[in-house]
């Protein structure tokens, strides 16, 4: 089946640098790739919609210099968290949508130190 | 691999019935578990959640089961009504891998008044 492969699992940076995080579609191409981030009480917010070859949409609050999205290939999207700060660590989580539903890659757990 | 597999992309019932979506997962490791919904343009939400120290977990309409033997959940409501359409995922995590989460593509689920 349809599988999103996400790297890295599990980050810590220092406060001030960036960090890059992947997610590769395998065995099919994902044209849009959403990016989530988990808040307390489990639920994910949606932060953008990541679409091949064009812009990101981010969602309202979401500062798109700050997470930065890019969609250059039908199977990898990328999302960078530049100058990351202490409230920046969360859980990141990647999704696309093949035949069979949503895929959803397998998370990031960021800390900044 | 899928390790969390929902086998029904979609499911209807009628207003009042009861509802039953499943989810099946093959990593014995899996110790926790969740049940999300998700409206369109939006995030997944948090519904309810079990752990493997349970084998049910009941809050007001909704009613999670957890058979460990056969590594199968569901997620029961009832009665079932309109607003309860949406996308269910299911979710889950192991403490040893520092709670990624784990995906099934989901079941839409439709309640017809």
């Known amino acids: 089946g349809a599988v999103v492969s996400q790297h890295p699992s599990r980050v810590i940076c220092k406060s001030g640098t960036s960090v890059k995080i992947e997610c590769r579609s395998l065995d099919f191409q994902a044209t849009t790739m959403f990016w989530y981030r988990q808040f307390p009480k489990q639920s994910l917010m949606l932060m953008a919609t990541s679409n091949e070859g064009s812009k990101a949409t981010y969602e309202q609050g979401v500062e798109k210099d700050k997470f930065l999205i890019n969609h250059a290939s039908l199977t990898l999207s990328t999302l960078t968290v530049t100058s990351a700060h202490p409230e920046d660590s969360s859980f990141y989580i990647c999704s696309a949508y093949a035949r069979a539903g949503y895929t959803f890659g397998s998370g990031t757990r960021l800390t900044v130190v | 691999d899928q390790q969390v597999k929902q086998n029904s992309p979609s499911l209807s019932v009628q207003e009042g019935r009861i509802s039953i979506l499943n989810c099946d997962y093959t990593?014995?490791?899996?110790?926790?578990f969740l049940w999300y919904k998700k409206y369109p343009a939006e995030g997944p939400t948090f519904l309810i959640s079990i752990s493997s120290i349970k084998d049910k977990n009941e809050d007001g309409r909704f009613t999670v089961f957890l058979n460990k033997s056969a590594k199968h959940l569901s997620l029961h409501i009832v009665p079932s009504q309109p607003g309860d359409s949406a996308v269910y995922f299911c979710?889950?995590?192991?403490?040893?891998?520092?709670?990624?989460?784990?995906f099934g593509t989901g079941t839409s689920l439709t309640v017809i008044p």
């Open positions: 979710a889950a995590s192991a403490r040893d891998t520092g709670n990624q989460f784990y």
């Open positions: 990593n014995s490791m899996f110790d926790y």
